[in-house]
């Protein structure tokens, strides 16, 4: 493969990774999702169905925050029921922050609108192409410069 591949994807990459990006995504997914849930809270709630419970310490570097901007959004989430804390079971200056049903309902509803937002904007590509970037996609994130 040449350099330019490279470059190309680099470019796509730099584009999806950019926060305002990011931002503007979370921004239409949790439009209407209610109190609590919105584009400064998602990236936690996303994280917390992917990972399980976690300490705020644990969950700020897979959201790229620090701890207590972690607990912050943990707050309000806690405050909408989405999220309760329980006690660390190996370490009791610690919380574990664990979904609840209203907030497991509500990710699967973001996890919905985001498979449906993805699912219209590659409506037009050609029969197959969709999969095939899909299977190439998770081959790139599981065995390429981020594995």
Do not use: C, K, Q
């Not at 169905?49 to 989430?77: E, F, K, N, Q, Y």
């Not at 497991?104 to 590509?125: F, M, N, P, Q, T």
């Amino acid at each position: 493969m040449d350099n330019e591949v490279g470059y190309e994807i680099a470019d796509a990459l730099g584009v999806l990774l950019r926060r305002t990006t990011r931002e503007r995504l979370h921004r239409s997914l949790t439009e209407g999702m209610g109190e609590g849930v919105d584009e400064v809270t998602y990236p936690v709630l996303s994280a917390l169905a992917r990972t399980g419970p976690r300490s705020a310490a644990d969950l700020a570097p897979d959201v790229g925050l620090d701890r207590s901007g972690v607990t912050r959004r943990a707050t309000r989430l806690e405050e909408a029921g989405l999220v309760r804390r329980e006690p660390h079971p190996t370490d009791r200056r610690a919380a574990l922050l664990v979904l609840t049903d209203a907030g497991e309902r509500a990710v699967a509803e973001l996890r919905r609108r985001l498979a449906d937002h993805i699912g219209a904007s590659l409506a037009a590509w050609p029969p197959g192409a969709a999969g095939e970037f899909a299977r190439s996609l998770r081959r790139f994130v599981t065995d390429g410069p981020f594995a």
